[in-house]
């Protein structure tokens, strides 16, 4: 299978099929469907399951009625104290949604994914703009290989970008955004998980890129091509970071080690590896998630691998000095996908895996020597959260991917929590 067949097996598998992320890794290495492991550590904390004055509930369930989404992956934006997001899949033709929802749990479905040469499979989650939404789509369009599009608050969308076809080498201008946006100055910046100008590997994919376009679209431009230089990492999955100018971002593999690492580029295009992850067996690997600002400090989520082997979250200076300050072991949660949320000084997360039931959780993290899951999810109350959390007031607002290795057993939901 070359390499860029087997991107889109883990995309399709992770998207449309309800695996787990190990799952749908199982698929390409012939692991029989184990999941990310799981194992104990004597180094891994052991938080609380969970606080008293956590209250659950879900706002909506994905699927109940013809035409709704199914299976949202991105996070939440709050634009005017209403909710908005994307699904991978449902809508009127299948391949995926844009909703709005209030905090009452009122769903609107406002576009669906498509139509001819339309995008499909939005995973990323959306940008607001002075009232107009942009996002991207992780396939379709005129050439097959995904989009960026805007959006009225209102459901009115246009396609703004087509990129490559994904089998159409070489793609040098980037292929299957899994990313969303961010804006700075006026420009938007983004990433894809494939293409580019660079073979990484022997297998013949094409490493990925960071691109910057206008909002309407006509001034488009690959800012840099993943694995031009040695080291260089692979494959960015999560949104980039605007700290002062100058914009941060994680790569899933590549790096020294083959395990991932923190970048920065400027808008002009000179790119630097900041961080490789994989330099120690206690060092977590594989970041899905971007980065957030917290008083000049950045944080962010390893997927694996950390103490716990379960992946971490760490911190990183912007010249490169990494602290890991949490392993997830299983129990306390597992295969961190999401971008942490800073609320009044405290750290909240998702966990796709772990917990109680082994279904994910919520957690939040204060300091070094304390963490807590706040819940466990459950069959009964949405499964395998990819997304983050958004606040409107002391609420916390997320999604749940809803699906579990095995059998699909709901498509998600969105939800909130008060911790």
Not at 174 to 179: D, F, H, Y
Not at 273 to 284: E, H, K, N, R
Request: proline share 4%; hydrophobic share 30%; charged share 10%.
């Amino acid at each position: 299978m070359n390499q860029p067949v087997a991107h889109t097996v883990i995309t399709t598998a992770l998207l449309r099929y309800g695996l787990s992320l190990g799952a749908a890794t199982a698929l390409l290495t012939g692991c029989g469907g184990s999941q990310l492991p799981l194992s104990a550590s004597p180094q891994g904390m052991s938080p609380q399951q969970s606080d008293a004055t956590t209250s659950y509930q879900v706002l909506h369930t994905f699927g109940g009625s013809g035409g709704d989404g199914l299976s949202p992956f991105a996070d939440l934006i709050n634009v005017k104290g209403t909710l908005y997001g994307t699904t991978v899949g449902g809508g009127s033709n299948g391949t995926g949604t844009v909703f709005s929802i209030s905090t009452s749990g009122e769903e609107t479905v406002l576009h669906s994914f498509g139509a001819p040469n339309d995008g499909t499979n939005p995973t990323a989650r959306l940008l607001n703009v002075n009232g107009t939404l942009y996002g991207t789509t992780s396939a379709g369009g005129a050439n097959g290989g995904g989009t960026v599009f805007s959006m009225s608050l209102d459901g009115r969308e246009k396609v703004i970008h087509n990129f490559d076809y994904p089998y159409s080498f070489p793609q040098s201008g980037g292929v299957i955004p899994e990313a969303g946006l961010i804006n700075v100055n006026g420009t938007l910046y983004g990433t894809t998980s494939q293409g580019g100008a660079v073979v990484c590997g022997g297998d013949g994919y094409y490493c990925g890129t960071v691109f910057s376009i206008t909002r309407s679209g006509n001034e488009f431009k690959v800012l840099h091509s993943f694995g031009k230089k040695t080291y260089d990492g692979q494959t960015p999955y999560a949104p980039l970071l605007n700290v002062n100018g100058i914009l941060y971002g994680t790569t899933t593999s590549g790096g020294t080690n083959g395990r991932g690492t923190v970048f920065s580029i400027t808008p002009a295009g000179k790119e630097r590896v900041v961080y490789s992850f994989g330099s120690s067996s206690y060092d977590g690997t594989t970041p899905f998630s971007a980065l957030i600002d917290v008083g000049g400090v950045l944080f962010g989520t390893t997927s694996t691998s950390g103490a716990g082997h379960g992946g971490t979250v760490f911190s990183i200076t912007t010249n490169g000095r990494l602290t890991t300050i949490h392993n997830f072991k299983g129990s306390n949660g597992s295969a961190p996908l999401a971008d942490l949320y800073s609320l009044k000084g405290v750290l909240y997360g998702t966990t796709s895996a772990g917990g109680a039931n082994n279904l994910g959780t919520v957690f939040r993290l204060t300091k070094v020597s304390k963490a807590m899951v706040l819940y466990s999810f459950t069959d009964g109350s949405g499964q395998e959260p990819r997304a983050g959390l958004t606040a409107i007031g002391g609420t916390l607002y997320g999604t749940t991917f809803g699906a579990k290795i095995g059998s699909i057993q709901n498509y998600g939901n969105v939800f909130s929590i008060t911790p």
